[in-house]
């Protein structure tokens, strides 16, 4: 934050640009994003890069690990002005006015914020400013994390803070992650089981019908989920793999919920509890407009 505070010091435009250093992006992307800004009236946008997965752990977890981030954020709601509460930014990529970012304090509105750019987007919305979110498959991309010790600590940072540091919460995406997941193979073992042992029935045909559609309907939105994120559909047969690695990820998101201790590049924090909300004068009117558009490339 330090660094973005003094970076914002010296810049001298009417916007402010904030992206990752392992980010790319095409020569032509910023002049895309002002289009797609004005277009949308925006004060504030943030980008979804395409994820440059290069090792086996990126391409079978990352897919999964999206889609747990986005139960929180539906992509419905999370462009609906009305909706403050699913504002979302992603870090890696932030568009916003001068005006409204010093507005709202910057980045040291939200500097006792493990994950700011989420906060920093709620409190834009929040304070009545328009933000919008886009896919940026075509024009940015970026490798988040190079090896599974940090893919795990990454994203258990990222959830943790997302679902507000509440072990409610994670506990019960955790129990959801298992109800898609692992209980149509539960089912299915068990009317296996159930004939081996001759024991047939009509309802434990009918259980195993509905295991059968269960998986059917399972792998058909992981191979969606999987080509949307840019890997190949293949790896979706490692999918009991992502799961497993998912639950370590929760298991340490759920652990610091207790501890409150956070390591991440060598360094640790304590979270303390949350300092009062930052209340500063001159709102912008609050918009209540939905408006759902997405990037597009110009030809």
């Known amino acids: 934050n330090h660094a973005l505070s003094t970076g914002v010091r010296e810049a001298q435009g009417d916007w402010l640009l904030f992206i990752d250093s392992d980010t790319r992006h095409q020569a032509d992307n910023l002049s895309i994003l002002m289009e797609y800004t004005r277009r949308e009236g925006a004060d504030m946008v943030s980008l979804l890069p395409r994820m440059r997965n290069r090792s086996f752990w990126e391409r079978v977890v990352q897919p999964l690990a999206s889609i747990l981030l986005m139960l929180k954020f539906p992509i419905d709601r999370v462009n609906d002005d009305s909706h403050p509460e699913t504002a ?15 507005s709202i304090g910057g980045h040291a509105a939200v500097r006792e914020k493990f994950v700011e750019d989420i906060h920093l ?27 599974l010790g940090t893919l795990v600590r990454g994203w258990s ?63 058909s939105v992981m191979v969606r989920a999987y080509a949307l994120s840019g890997n190949k559909r293949r790896y979706v047969a490692f999918y009991l793999v992502a799961i497993a690695i998912m639950f370590w990820v ?24 949350d300092p009062p909300p930052v209340i500063l004068p001159l709102p912008a009117p609050v918009l209540s407009s939905a408006v759902e558009a997405p990037l597009k490339r110009s030809a």
């Not at 979302?88 to 010093?102: D, H, M, S, T, W």
Request: some cysteine.
């Open 88 to 102: 979302f930014a992603n870090g890696q990529y932030i568009l916003i006015r001068r005006g409204v970012y010093e």
């Open 121 to 147: 987007a709620r409190l834009v919305r929040s304070r009545g400013y328009r933000v919008r979110v886009a896919m940026a498959r075509g024009i940015s991309s970026t490798r988040m994390y190079s090896s």
């Open 157 to 219: 940072r990222i959830l943790y803070a997302a679902y507000d540091h509440s072990s409610a919460r994670l506990a019960a995406l955790l129990a959801g992650l298992v109800a898609f997941s692992l209980t149509g193979y539960g089912v299915l073992a068990g009317t296996l089981a159930a004939w081996w042992h001759g024991h047939p029935s009509l309802f434990v045909s009918t259980l195993f019908g509905m295991s059968l559609a269960h998986l059917a309907l399972q792998k």
């Open 250 to 273: 929760l298991a340490s998101a759920l652990r610091k919920c207790f501890t409150h201790r956070l390591v991440w590049r060598g360094t640790e924090y304590q979270r303390l509890e």
